[in-house]
């Protein structure tokens, strides 16, 4: 779609179509204007704004064309994205006339609502929100992309849209005068005040799910809301189709155990509502994340497997006697109620023996279960081969047809993928566009999370029903609704092969194969006309931003192109805005950090307030303590920058960072900085509050850093007393990693034990401690224990940073058995990759794309592969923090 206003630069890429005006002030954050609308009526709806927008000073952005509005309003780029067709930023004083008029010419036009904003006027889809105009980027304490906005006060909002509408304190909402205050309407009384809404319980694009109370009925119900607009295809259907579909499936399913029972349905404005009964309190996937995976080796009693399996099977075979296909099985739509009891859902409860027939000749309800199993969410099935389609890669997708009806064994092929997640905690590998190789790679996973004779059952079930061969799968069904599963189906895939040989030939290509990667990514950010358009959310920080990347990249100046991108990155790097706070990890520290050693002199800018110590937390309660964002964190930032100063000859420089790290440690032992909760405890979590990134390990990683320096009497008792608190707690934590319901997050770098084991390692060097040395193989061992359920490849809570640990103990101890493990967890991290194993494509946090951050991207695999072919070596230079070679002697020798 071409855009264009006399007088006003246009260019455009892959999403945006973009006009900046050049009378317009640069802004860093402000109201910003959006409009809304469907894409069948782009074309028209910006012929209508663009004279509108040319009687103003003002920069817009416009979905450059239908199907990429398409693909906005499915929700697939997130929930605030969701009809944000035209984005204008305006001039403060010009922007309620603005937004008036376009109003105007737009009343009466529809187009799906903008959960992150307020509407302007009611009967147009104008709407308005506070927010970044061009502002900065970092990554948050939770280690989510944060827009730095901050207000006049000095106080910093975080501007990314949400999925609700936000606005900074300082800002005063410009339409709100008057009587209506347009954008503030009343909660909504559902189904005309019968329904009070409860709580939710998930919040999707496409629309919310909530508990609520049926007053009519005196019972607990769920309320499943489909927006207007949303999810738009080129027929015309949207997410209000999906659930008209769900409707009308339940009323076929009507009296099937193990399926909700549809109660009503109902419109409020455009969006549509369906109540359902309620069938249970958590999800499949939220059970095996807390309490640990479904196995059949005697030690999950209410927890098998096989039960679980029977029992999905029993409720699939009686929905398809109804020629109903569920095209959408999987663990999130699998509702679980119990210990043990019946739901009251509107059906009878069949009580059959456990793992017996009852009077429908399937399994009892919960059959050896210790609770029940309901199945949720039909929006996308089909009844008599018809539906709206639909599919979840990984689960459903890699078997439904392109064209035709499903079949129930398309249902079998999910089940398979299904009980993989419930007996491993890792969804299907989805990273890599062949089904073949996803399939395969998810059948690699399966082999290492179950090994042995134990689980042959298990594996042979799993692997028939994810053939693709929809024979193999029938029958693999056929033989687990007997219970006569024996050895693999004749006509199933082949064995596994060979496990992958790890040498030093592989190694060195998946290193080269991950640079070059990390270097056009690098390349891609400082691209001149990227950084030009109106949004860049890149942050600048180690954790996930271009500071991290340039680290790791350092290491790799041999290969092609990477010296000149690195120095181009510090440049970018050094050229930004730099609104952060002091800390390591996500903030100003990383970033001086990466410079100095690109060897890029930093100029702060002149509004940046260059305090190098942590202030007080963003609510208002003492500084933070931690290793991530903190003073631990900061104080070890400003050690390793004291010792790039001595390397470069300026003493002057280093004893300026060594006095800051000495007031970092000052506010740790007086108690000045506290540790906070980084997140809500859970299950199974608490002992890994004392964990690395925002726990005691972090903590005592820098006390023991900081006496590695000083070498005094008093900093190294209070080493010695923070390391003496870990070995008293690592012991429980490594046996509760190993209790059959450990959540997989006890091997994790920022929370479990691979980060207590790396401090482990620091406490053994520094302290000469034996007894730490110890406990890190320790640590090391359950980690590679829990490496096979880990579904992550990333440093922070992935594979690489167990990898890291493992190679970290191998050195230290000269023992071939962590090696060996340092080996096996590469095997594991190309197994849940993409492409060949020596050109892998290693997923993000998401595990469906790529991304080159450190911590939760391929930077991050690439310090461990890199370190692990190499047998050591630095990680990036931040933890643990070897300075016992330049302590107060080294210092003093480079003054001479």
Known sequence: MAVSIAGRDGWSDDTWAYLNDPRMPAMEHGWKLHVSTRPGELDAVTRLVLPVLSRHVCHAKFARDPGTLRRLNSGAVGAAAVGKAITVYPLATTLVALARELAAVLRDREGPRIVSDRRVDPKAPVYYRYGPFTGDYRTGRSGRLESVMTGPDGRVFDGLAAGLYRCPTWADDPFAAGPARPGRPAPPALGGGRYTLTTGIARTPRGNVYRALDHTLGRPVVIKQARAYVGEEESGTDARHHLRNERAVLTALDGVPGVPRALDYFAHHTDEYLVTTSCGDRDLRREVLRNGPYRDDGTRPGRSLSALAARLLHILDAIHARDVVVRDLKPDNIVLDGPGHPVHSGHPVHSGRPGGPDRSGGLGHSGGLGHSVHLVDFGTSEHDGTGPGGATPGYNEPVLPAAGPATPADDHYALGATLFFAATGLDPVIIDADRVTGRDRTLACLADALPGDAHQNARTTITGLLDFDPAVRTAAAGRLRTGTVRSLPARGPAPRPVPLRIDDDLLD????????????????????????????PTSLDIYGGSSGLGLELLHHTRHPHARETVTALARWTAAQSRNLPPGLYTGRTGVSLFLAEAGIKETPPEDED??????????????????????????????????????????????????????????LTSGTARLTASGPATPGSAALREGLAHGEAGIASFLLAHAAWAGDPETTTRAEQAAARLAALTPDVIAAS?????????????????????????????????????????AARACLALAPRMPLVTQCCGLAGVGDLLVDVAEASASEEFRDGAETVARLILNRSGGTPSRPTFPDTGLSRASATWAGGSAGVLTFFRRLRARGGPRLGLTPVRLRDEGPGERAGSRG
């Not at 980060?755 to 401690?769: I, K, M, N, R, S």
């Open 509 to 536: 290509e998946v290193v080269a194969h991950t640079v070059a990667f990390c270097t056009a990514e690098a390349e891609a950010i400082t691209d001149p006309v990227r950084a030009a358009r109106l949004h860049v």
């Open 610 to 667: 260059p305090g190098p110590l942590p202030g007080r937390a963003p609510d208002g309660g003492p500084p933070e303590a931690d290793l991530i964002a903190g003073a631990a964190g900061i104080g070890t930032g400003h050690l390793l920058l004291a010792r790039r100063a001595l390397r470069s000859g300026d003493p002057h420089t280093a004893d300026r960072h060594l006095a800051v790290a000495a007031d970092c440690h000052r506010m």
């Open 738 to 778: 190993a209790a059959p319901a450990a959540t997989r997050r006890y091997g994790s770098w920022c929370r479990g034990l691979a980060g207590l084991g790396a401090v482990h390692l620091q406490a053994a060097e520094t302290l000469e401690d034996p007894h730490h040395l110890d406990l890190a193989r320790r």
